[in-house]
């Protein structure tokens, strides 16, 4: 089945500055790239999701980078306030299928 | 909104205990899923279901039975407690649209303590 590397587990950074969470899988057919934000004590909620068929995709502050022959795929957010501060989960996933998560970044933005 | 509930958020069980962890979904979607969630290890997936009186096992399905006996209702049964099933429990939906990847909807979780 699939498998899906997180890195890092745990990432602080200054407000202002950018994030970047990278995440690997394994299964090459695996074609949908979720990225989750769980707030402390709230549900994970959907916040920016990439298909194979796209190298990158942006909303606002923040992007996802996908490279299907390295099969990585990367969260960026630029900018950070602390409002950002969660555990970012990324996913990935198949067509018709259940989704396989990472385990989770917890993001800290310091004022 | 897509509204996704679950029955507790916090239940305190006894090892040996029947528990039932029930979810209902607002938004007539076809998949609802099971997740248990443990600090360093994320998201797994217990059960998972695709229809009516349908299920499949997901990752790590021993010790857990589900039963999906309407379409909005999702229920994961733990038929006899043990202290290792203490954990956040939750519940997700998706509209279910073969092919094309979704969002699944969580709910509020539900965290167990077995005692």
């Known amino acids: 089945g699939e498998n899906v590397e997180q890195h890092p587990s745990t990432l602080s950074v200054q407000e202002g500055d950018s994030a970047v969470i990278k995440c690997t899988y394994s299964?090459?057919?695996?074609?949908?790239f979720p990225w989750y934000k769980q707030e402390l004590g709230k549900r994970p909620q959907l916040i920016i999701d990439?298909?194979?068929?796209?190298g990158e995709k942006k909303d606002q502050r923040i992007a996802v980078t996908l490279n299907k022959t390295a099969k990585h795929f990367s969260l960026h957010i630029t900018e950070t306030q602390p409002e950002d501060s969660a555990v970012y989960f990324c996913a990935a996933g198949k067509g018709y299928s259940t989704l396989t998560f990472g385990k989770g970044t917890m993001l800290l933005v310091s004022p | 909104d897509v509204k996704v509930t679950q029955s507790s958020r916090y239940l305190v069980k006894r090892t040996g205990e029947k528990v039932f962890l029930e979810c209902v979904q607002d938004?007539?979607?076809?998949?609802m899923f099971w997740y248990r969630q443990d600090p360093g290890l994320g998201l797994r997936l217990i059960y998972f279901?695709?229809?009516?009186?349908?299920?499949e096992k997901g990752d790590i399905p021993e010790g857990y039975s589900v039963s999906r006996e309407k379409k909005e209702r999702f229920s994961l049964i733990l038929e006899s407690a043990s202290t290792n099933q203490t954990s956040m429990y939750l519940c997700?939906?998706?509209?279910?649209?073969?092919?094309?990847?979704?969002?699944?909807?969580f709910g509020p979780g539900t965290r167990l303590l077995v005692l």
């Open positions: 997700a939906s998706s509209l279910g649209i073969a092919g094309v990847g979704e969002t699944q909807y």
């Open positions: 990439i298909r194979s068929n796209v």
């Open positions: 279901s695709y229809d009516v009186k349908m299920k």
């Open positions: 299964d090459s057919a695996s074609n949908y």
């Open positions: 938004m007539d979607h076809e998949n």
